[in-house]
């Protein structure tokens, strides 16, 4: 049925030659399925760990979770996990079982997974296992829980984020039942650490169907991010807007490239509107200083999810510049790349032009930012031709200007002086440059 990697071929094939039943489980079968290359492959067998591990006695095995049946096999620096068909019972915490034991059926081992789309095994002797009918599931994008939804989501809380994750990366339509249960039992987040939170939530915003996920369970990521909550429903009253702030929010999130950074950015870059938010004489929303106040208040979800430091200090500089206004001289659109540098410049670009998207189409056409596509064009071109960012591109350096006397913070001073010149439009020509010392 499907044409497996030569090395997990092998790797079932020895455990087979054995006496154990092995089949490829899990994502991997799910995505084949799907016709989407497998990043991984996550094996399941009747083999023991400790059985596993003498098998392939001759290659480099861990045993990375032996009480859970787990070992894993480095071939080619490429890491398979082989787990032992196991059952499971007791989730006192909501995240662990209590109690595992090793099984003999491959179908047991199915039964105790979490969805149907999960839940299918394959061994190219064997065929295919698929006692919950998640080849269907999987045809259909129908993403549904192993039996009770409510029953699963309870053995472990981050079900519930996975369940958002397939989702929207998989674009599957979460049957009606698991869906409820995901509603009903999103409490069961809170126990799940915050590490976990922040991956599941990060490969959540980087799908492709993010926006129709967040729209429908806003409510569900609001167990992590509680400040999300005062954005559902909240109006802008603006002609520049045409939905409301966590509407707004989704669709800018999907228009933005799949990049966590971005994606994070786009989440919370409007974090703050309803604490700012006033009405004039006219009816009309305003919302200043939000991006000043909002940075604080995603620097401190990200913090508490336990991000990356980099992924914080970038989302929370990105959302404070969000909604500056962008310069229209070429001098100044270049002392804005020499300022941010041409990595945060470009992404900046990128959260405005999403933020736009996001608009009414009266506030896509007559608001500030209606110059970005001639900004875009502008910081192209001098990216293109190579404009200098700092004084390391100058074509002179310090040694040039020690040799003509200068010492000490005067050399630095005069680098920085060159410069502006640059910017200002003298070429950036060694000639050009000693020329303006001489002067």
């Known amino acids: 049925m499907f044409t497996l990697p030569e090395t997990v071929t092998s790797i079932l094939a020895r455990l087979e030659s054995a006496g154990h039943a092995a089949y490829a489980v899990g994502g991997a079968v799910r995505d084949l399925i799907r016709s989407v290359p497998p990043h991984d492959f996550d094996l399941t067998t009747s083999a023991r760990p400790e059985e596993v591990m003498a098998l392939f006695a001759n290659e480099t095995v861990i045993p990375t979770g032996l009480q859970h049946g787990t070992v894993t096999l ?164 603006t002609s520049y807007h ?77 959302i404070r510049l969000h909604d500056i206004d962008l310069p229209k001289e070429r001098a100044d659109i270049h002392r804005l790349l020499v300022r941010l540098g041409k990595e945060r410049t470009l992404r900046l670009l990128a959260v405005k032009e999403s933020d736009l998207s996001g608009k009414s189409p009266y506030g896509r056409t007559h608001g500030r930012d209606v110059i970005l596509p001639e900004v875009k064009e502008t910081v192209e071109f001098l990216l293109a031709e190579g404009a200098p960012l700092t004084v390391r591109d100058l074509a002179v350096d310090g040694s040039d200007l020690l040799s003509l006397g200068l010492r000490g913070r005067e050399v630095g001073d005069t680098l920085s002086r060159l410069l502006e010149a640059v910017i200002d439009g003298t070429p950036n020509r060694r000639e050009a440059l000693l020329g303006l010392i001489d002067g």
């Open 74 to 237: 480095v071939i080619d620096h490429t890491p398979y996990e082989i787990t032992t068909f196991r059952g499971e019972s007791g989730y006192a915490d909501h995240r662990r079982p209590d109690a595992v034991c090793f099984l003999d059926s491959i179908e047991d081992d199915l039964a105790r997974r979490d969805f149907t789309a999960g839940a299918i095994a394959y061994s190219p002797t064997r065929g295919l296992c698929d006692p919950f009918d998640g080849v269907a599931d999987v045809k259909a994008g129908v993403l549904r829980a192993v039996g009770d939804p409510m029953t699963r989501f309870s053995e472990d809380g981050l079900r519930v984020l996975r369940a958002l994750r397939f989702a929207s990366a998989c674009g599957f339509t979460i049957e009606a039942q698991t869906a409820r249960a995901l509603h009903e039992g999103k409490h069961l987040i809170a126990p799940v650490a915050a590490e976990r939170i922040y991956n599941e939530l990060t490969r959540t915003l980087c799908g492709a169907n993010i926006e129709q996920v967040l729209l429908t369970y806003g409510d569900v990521l609001a167990v992590a991010i509680p400040e999300l909550t005062p954005l559902f429903g909240f109006p802008q009253n």
């Open 242 to 318: 045409d939905r409301d702030v966590w509407a707004h929010t989704a669709a800018t999130v999907a228009a933005i490239a799949p990049e966590p950074v971005l994606r994070w950015t786009m989440l919370l870059h409007d974090i703050a509107k309803p604490a700012c938010h006033y009405t004039d004489a006219r009816g009309t929303s305003h919302f200043k200083t939000h991006p000043e106040k909002g940075a604080p208040i995603a620097e401190a979800i990200l913090t508490r999810l336990k991000a990356e430091r980099a992924t914080r200090e970038e989302v929370t500089v990105l």
